[in-house]
């Protein structure tokens, strides 16, 4: 088979969030893989002529707020390979075939054998064959347990052990078979070497490996935690750790294409690091020049006097909602449109809907910039972004304190996009009287508490409150704003004594800003949908079931009022992972009067 068989493509932004470093997809030619680590990334990085740009820098893309952030350097966004990428000019990320137990397809074989890491081809059973002479041998099968635990860690089952560690003599020659059951978590094991059968249990645990399967080329690490088996398509299997950031304008920078000059080139950031001085502004105006910027010397000065005066932190979401909030946002016309283009609406053509006479303000936001980078990942539970531990997670050693000179390893994955959306502020006042009646209900308090999961302190209750509704919105604007479901992101506020959320879509590498989303923001067609929002929080077509106090089938970590049916998108659209969310803040519970009343 030609080697471009096993190439799969995906898209940039996925490599972030959901397919990136330490996740599991399937390959092409249906192989199971984990996706490696930019530790590995590195060894498939094409060279480049003497004098040319690295692939590195030319990729490199930045962010102040989420370098103070993550602690790293820069960060590189995937590259953009065409419809037949080659090994020899593109980069390629590899993958390592995982897991590596399989079962042969033979119902009278179903022995269990170990592939090895690198191999890419489908599986065959070298103990028997297959009685048609087209196939050959019998095909084999990736088992559909692995083990993995809270930090990260993820291995194969040892079937054998777990067998031969059940009651019974000692086995002196295992030779295990592994029998699909009704349920794809509880197969049937056999040794025929001493007769042993068992069914398996889902509901153990073991001792964590410390295996870093993404990581090939490093060994395995200590780790205190109990492994749980899942099932390797099970979403538990993977949560992205992700920073996000909406680009804020700089005060006194208002040509936007030589502010990104000034920080993404490679060149202009090596002159920015010299002392400033007449000739190193005459040079730093001949490389925009060249870029294609239209600029002088007095305006490269003004930036950069700009940059130095910036206040470098990390991302900060009250800063974010003042901007959302505020039209006084650089508008000069230069050869590049601005990072962020607000435009805040009169709330009182919103108070024809029962949620608009709920809201303080509204803005639509026909232009904004998100940075997302990958700063590690979860198993089992979702947890906080720790930049610390998401380094030695994609480059198998501690975070530096500080990075030599030309280091390739001084990066995390990262994505830039544009987008579009629409801002929606809660009146503070109807917030702070329906948190108070909320209080007393013990369901809305445990599905606030997904808030303490997310990356800044929030108000449970009023984050579970905006939660909510972005949900609703989202899933009411879909079908008429020219995006799919998936295009569209929530950010959630709860700042100050300001609840709000932003409706945006940011996917730019297929679904590009259409301005779909903005135009539903007239008064006319927002209040359309902010109604038939309301009206689905009131029934969902699994009721009872949704709305019943215990959490149901609706899967694990579930909330009741929430369901595929009325509440919950796809997870690349939430920051919460679909955690968090109950139409009893609009539809009252008990006692606990709706939001809107």
Request: glycine share 6%.
């Amino acid at each position: 088979m030609s080697r471009p068989l096993f190439i799969t493509p995906v898209r940039r932004a996925h490599l972030i969030a959901p397919f990136g470093p330490g996740s599991l997809l399937l390959t092409h030619n249906r192989v199971s893989a984990v996706v490696s680590a930019p530790a590995t990334w590195l060894r498939s990085l094409p060279s480049r002529a003497p004098g040319s740009v690295p692939v590195l820098d030319e990729l490199t893309i930045t962010d102040r707020h989420l370098q103070a952030a993550s602690g790293v350097e820069r960060f590189v966004t995937p590259w953009p390979a065409g419809d037949n990428p080659s090994h020899d000019t593109d980069w390629l990320v590899p993958a390592v075939r995982f897991p590596l137990a399989e079962a042969c397809s033979n119902p009278d074989c179903q022995r269990l054998v170990r592939r090895d890491p690198a191999d890419a081809n489908e599986g065959r059973c070298n103990a028997c064959s297959s009685p048609s002479s087209r196939r050959g041998r019998w095909p084999t099968f990736q088992a559909a347990l692995i083990i993995a635990c809270a930090e990260g860690h993820l291995d194969d089952m040892d079937w054998a052990g777990w067998l031969h560690n059940q009651d019974g003599p000692a086995c002196s020659k295992p030779d295990v078979r592994y029998q699909v059951s009704g349920a794809a978590d509880r197969p049937v094991l056999t040794c025929k070497g001493c007769g042993r059968k068992e069914q398996f249990d889902p509901a153990i645990d073991f001792p964590c490996t410390g295996a870093r399967p993404w990581l090939p080329h490093a060994g395995t690490e200590d780790c205190t935690r109990r492994a749980r088996p899942v099932e390797r398509t099970s979403t538990t299997v993977y949560y992205a750790s992700q920073l996000s950031s909406l680009t804020i304008p700089v005060a006194g920078a208002d040509n936007p294409a030589l502010l990104h000059a000034l920080t993404d080139n490679a060149t202009l950031r090596t002159l920015r690091q010299l002392v400033r001085t007449a000739e190193v502004v005459i040079n730093i105006t001949t490389v925009a020049t060249k870029l294609g910027i239209r600029t002088d010397e007095e305006e490269v000065t003004r930036h950069l006097d700009a940059l130095e005066q910036d206040q470098v932190v990390g991302p900060s979401r009250v800063d974010e909602l003042t901007a959302l909030l505020s039209a006084n946002h650089p508008r000069r016309t230069t050869g590049a449109l601005p990072d962020l283009i607000v435009e805040p609406q009169d709330i009182e053509a919103y108070r024809n809907s029962r949620l608009g006479r709920m809201l303080s303000a509204i803005s639509l936001v026909p232009r904004l910039r998100e940075t997302r980078v990958l700063a590690g990942f979860s198993r089992i539970e979702p947890s906080r972004a720790d930049p610390t531990t998401g380094y030695a997670q994609m480059w198998g050693k501690p975070l530096p304190e500080t990075f030599a000179e030309h280091s390739n390893d001084n990066w995390l994955p990262g994505y830039q996009v544009f987008g579009e959306g629409l801002l929606f502020m809660l009146d503070p006042d109807a917030v702070a009287t329906w948190a108070t009646r909320a209080r007393t209900d013990a369901r809305l308090e445990n599905a606030a508490q997904a808030a303490l999961t997310q990356d800044e302190p929030a108000q449970p209750l009023p984050w579970l409150l905006a939660h909510t509704l972005a949900h609703l919105i989202m899933r009411a604007a879909a079908p008429h704003a020219g995006y799919p479901l998936p295009a569209l992101r929530e950010r959630i506020f709860t700042v100050d004594n300001r609840t709000a959320f932003l409706i945006y879509t940011a996917a730019g590498d297929v679904h590009g800003t259409l301005g779909g989303l903005v135009e539903l923001g007239h008064p006319q067609s927002l209040g359309e949908i902010l109604e038939a929002a309301v009206d689905a929080a009131t029934w969902c077509d699994t009721d009872p079931v949704c709305a019943e106090d215990a959490p149901g089938p609706r899967g694990r970590g579930s909330t009741p009022g929430a369901c595929h049916h009325c509440l919950l998108v796809p997870e690349t659209s939430c920051e919460a992972f679909n955690r968090g969310l109950d139409r009893a803040v609009l539809n009252g519970h008990n006692n606990t009067r709706s939001f809107l009343r």
